[in-house]
T-cell receptor
Framework: ETGVTQTPRHLVMGMTNKKSLKCEQH?????MYWYKQSAKKPLELMFV???????ENNSVPSRFSPECPNSSHLFLHLHTLQPEDSALYLC?????????????FGAGSRLTVL | GQNIDQPTEMTATEGAIVQINCTYQ??????LFWYQQHAGEAPTFLSY??LDGLEEKGRFSSFLSRSKGYSYLLLKELQMKDSASYLC??????????WGAGTKLIIKP
């Protein structure tokens, strides 16, 4: 496989469920990102991992918990979510450096919270 | 605050030319990116501008004016497959990406 792969592509969960989103990159990049994409809104950066260390956490509620076990894998653990958390969750990777830090995105996980 | 503005939606005709504008107010500037996102798919990188002027890549060109805080993406010889959302993003002085809400481009036959 090449690029950035996200699973599952679609997820429906109740507010009391616990689920996880998975992301895998096969590009040899050293940084991975979680973004939230809601309709007609700018992409919201949630977390950044660089060399497996979390370097950013943009005031995301604790019901979202990231995990980066190695440079190729990234998880987003979800628990006790709210309906307003329904959105497309995009994973991305890059070779983090100054200048043209081009992101390669996965196709996203469409989350619906009932 | 930091802000990126781009039109919500545009419509154009197959074979024509369309220009998608992006204006920005950010804390510093370290480059501007355009991404294309087809419905249900991943955003994909189109272009990067850090100096003023026009960058051409086949049917797509991107222009930047740093003094005006302005960029545009120019699409020529439009094809039906160009129907997508186009995302503008600026890298600020802290190398953080600030994103616009995207422009949905509809191509009609």
């Amino acid at each position: 496989e090449t690029g950035v792969t996200q699973t599952p592509r679609h997820l429906v969960m109740g507010m009391t469920n616990k689920k996880s989103l998975k992301c895998e990159q096969h590009l040899g990049h050293n940084a991975m990102y979680w973004y939230k994409q809601s309709a007609k809104k700018p992409l919201e950066l949630m977390f950044v991992y660089s060399l497996e260390e979390r370097v950013e956490n943009n005031s995301v509620p604790s019901r979202f918990s990231p995990e980066c076990p190695n440079s190729s894998h990234l998880f987003l653990h979800l628990h006790t979510l709210q309906p307003e958390d329904s959105a497309l969750y995009l994973c991305a990777s890059s070779q983090k450096r100054t200048g043209a830090n081009v992101l390669t995105f996965g196709a996203g996980s469409r989350l619906t919270v009932l | 605050g930091q802000n990126i503005d781009q039109p919500t939606e545009m419509t154009a005709t197959e074979g024509a030319i369309v220009q998608i504008n992006c204006t920005y107010q950010t804390s510093g500037f370290n480059g501007l990116f355009w991404y294309q996102q087809h419905a249900g798919e991943a955003p994909t990188f189109l272009s990067y501008n850090v100096l003023d002027g026009l960058e051409e890549k086949g049917r797509f060109s991107s222009f930047l004016s740093r003094s005006k805080g302005y960029s545009y993406l120019l699409l020529k010889e439009l094809q039906m497959k160009d129907s997508a959302s186009y995302l503008c993003a600026v890298m600020d002085s802290n190398y953080q990406l600030i994103w616009g809400a995207g422009t949905k481009l509809i191509i009609k036959p």
